[in-house]
């Protein structure tokens, strides 16, 4: 049959999870936690099902979560953000981004993408007819060269996409990146879509430069998050997209005849949390941070590199030591002789660096499947 998406493949974090479940590897590949969510969230969605939240959400979202993203975007950013015209509801992050771009992007116009970045960004491109223009992050530490990005800045250019905390490097954008970022784009029509899905995950006592903090940047932005990475619950996809009254008409434009609206129950159930446990936010630093600094730790007693990890919950490693394999090659390896499976840096790139020899490690987990995995990777 004809395809619109001749390169595109099953992504690497379903390859990985199957060959990580074929070979019962420890599987520290696909990001998502194997630990519970917290109960009181369960609690809240067993609630809001009895009490009856089982049809159509409104299109742009329940009302209680929409003030309750408002109260967080005041709280956390102090940003004033009105919950009826600038916050929609959405199937997770991904479904915010795919929205935003569709709304916005018009086939032959072009979308700067800054690599390595996460798989759903260009496709979605794509399939709006547009093109991808990747700007390489500085290969040693994941920063932006933002002489590199203004030069790929043509009258074609319609949308810049950032990604702070970083997938998959972890790396966070400093003020003076946002400084940079709103000289650049001052004066031209081009918009911003800030995927800001692990903006609580955040270490070291660095703060989080979400773009609602920055009102220049924040009137031509979709800030996009996900409560997936926030409450330990990726598999029920809900998400939610921020822009002023304008972008969001358009946004909403594509969400209603993409989905319509996001699982019900759930929305209460965020909303409560929000709500209720305003303290979970700046809790979730601290406690991955825990999980960064042991893993770590337990890595030094390998022949694996730790790179530094500011924020997000992925360790890159560095296996020059071990292999000189290509890292598609080096993770299956990993996985199927070693029992543990990882995420190789390629995917996330137009031109992956040649040397290149990093692997992405999920650190989300439990410290018996960590310690299980730091066993084997002794044995390297
Ligand atoms: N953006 C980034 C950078 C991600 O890592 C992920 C998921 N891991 C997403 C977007 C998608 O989030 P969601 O699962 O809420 O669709
Ligand atoms: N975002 C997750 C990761 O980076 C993967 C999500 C997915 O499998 N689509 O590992």
């Given at each position: 049959?004809?395809?619109?998406?001749?390169?595109?493949?099953?992504?690497?974090f379903?390859?990985m999870?199957?060959?990580?479940?074929e070979?019962?590897?420890?599987?520290?590949?696909?990001?998502?936690?194997?630990?519970?969510?917290?109960?009181?969230?369960?609690?809240?969605?067993?609630?809001a099902?009895?009490?009856?939240?089982?049809?159509?959400?409104?299109?742009?979202?329940?009302?209680?979560?929409?003030?309750?993203?408002?109260?967080?975007?005041?709280?956390?950013?102090?940003?004033?953000?009105?919950?009826?015209?600038?916050?929609?509801?959405?199937?997770g992050?991904?479904?915010?981004?795919?929205?935003?771009?569709?709304?916005?992007?018009?086939?032959?116009?072009?979308?700067?993408?800054?690599?390595?970045?996460?798989?759903?960004?260009?496709?979605?491109?794509?399939?709006?007819?547009?093109?991808?223009?990747?700007?390489?992050?500085?290969?040693?530490?994941?920063?932006?060269?933002w002489?590199?990005?203004?030069?790929?800045?043509?009258?074609?250019?319609?949308?810049?996409?950032?990604?702070?905390?970083?997938?998959?490097?972890?790396?966070?954008?400093?003020?003076?990146?946002?400084?940079?970022?709103?000289?650049?784009?001052d004066?031209?029509?081009?918009?911003?879509?800030?995927?800001?899905?692990?903006?609580?995950?955040?270490?070291?006592?660095r703060?989080?430069?979400?773009?609602?903090?920055?009102?220049?940047?924040?009137?031509?932005?979709?800030?996009?998050?996900?409560?997936?990475?926030?409450?330990?619950?990726?598999?029920?996809?809900?998400?939610?997209?921020?822009?002023?009254?304008?972008?969001?008409?358009?946004?909403?434009?594509?969400?209603?005849?993409?989905?319509?609206?996001?699982?019900?129950?759930a929305?209460?159930?965020f909303?409560?949390?929000?709500?209720?446990?305003?303290e979970?936010?700046e809790?979730?630093?601290?406690f991955?941070?825990?999980?960064?600094?042991?893993?770590?730790?337990?890595?030094?007693?390998?022949?694996?590199?730790?790179?530094?990890?500011?924020?997000?919950?992925?360790?890159?490693?560095?296996?020059?030591?071990?292999?000189?394999?290509?890292?598609?090659?080096?993770?299956?390896?990993?996985?199927?002789?070693?029992?543990?499976?990882?995420?190789?840096?390629?995917?996330?790139?137009?031109?992956?660096?040649?040397?290149?020899?990093?692997?992405?490690?999920?650190?989300?987990?439990?410290?018996?499947?960590?310690?299980?995995?730091?066993?084997?990777?002794?044995?390297?």
């Amino acid at each position: 049959p004809p395809t619109k998406l001749p390169r595109v493949g099953t992504t690497i974090f379903t390859v990985m999870s199957q060959m990580a479940a074929e070979h019962g590897a420890v599987n520290l590949g696909q990001g998502f936690p194997d630990f519970p969510v917290p109960q009181r969230l369960v609690d809240e969605l067993d609630r809001a099902m009895r009490e009856g939240h089982n049809q159509y959400a409104p299109m742009t979202g329940a009302p209680v979560l929409r003030q309750a993203i408002a109260s967080k975007a005041l709280r956390c950013y102090g940003a004033t953000v009105d919950p009826d015209s600038e916050i929609t509801v959405t199937s997770g992050a991904t479904e915010a981004i795919f929205n935003a771009i569709h709304a916005v992007v018009r086939p032959g116009e072009e979308v700067i993408v800054l690599d390595p970045a996460y798989d759903c960004y260009e496709p979605a491109i794509e399939l709006a007819g547009a093109r991808a223009v990747h700007v390489p992050l500085d290969p040693a530490t994941f920063a932006v060269d933002w002489d590199r990005v203004r030069a790929a800045v043509t009258p074609r250019t319609r949308l810049l996409m950032i990604n702070s905390p970083h997938n998959p490097s972890g790396a966070m954008f400093s003020a003076d990146d946002m400084r940079e970022l709103a000289a650049l784009l001052d004066g031209t029509g081009i918009l911003l879509l800030s995927d800001e899905v692990y903006e609580h995950i955040v270490f070291d006592g660095r703060r989080h430069e979400s773009v609602l903090r920055w009102p220049q940047l924040r009137e031509r932005a979709f800030v996009v998050s996900s409560f997936g990475k926030t409450y330990h619950c990726t598999g029920w996809k809900v998400g939610y997209a921020i822009a002023p009254p304008a972008l969001s008409a358009e946004f909403r434009k594509v969400h209603q005849y993409n989905v319509f609206c996001t699982f019900a129950p759930a929305q209460h159930a965020f909303a409560a949390m929000i709500r209720d446990e305003p303290e979970h936010d700046e809790e979730l630093g601290a406690f991955y941070q825990a999980k960064r600094d042991r893993f770590r730790e337990q890595l030094l007693g390998t022949r694996l590199k730790p790179l530094p990890v500011p924020g997000g919950y992925f360790q890159l490693v560095d296996y020059s030591e071990v292999s000189d394999l290509p890292d598609h090659e080096f993770v299956k390896w990993l996985t199927i002789e070693k029992g543990v499976a990882a995420i190789p840096l390629s995917p996330f790139y137009e031109n992956p660096p040649a040397a290149q020899r990093l692997a992405r490690l999920c650190f989300a987990k439990n410290e018996a499947t960590l310690d299980a995995a730091i066993e084997r990777l002794m044995a390297l």
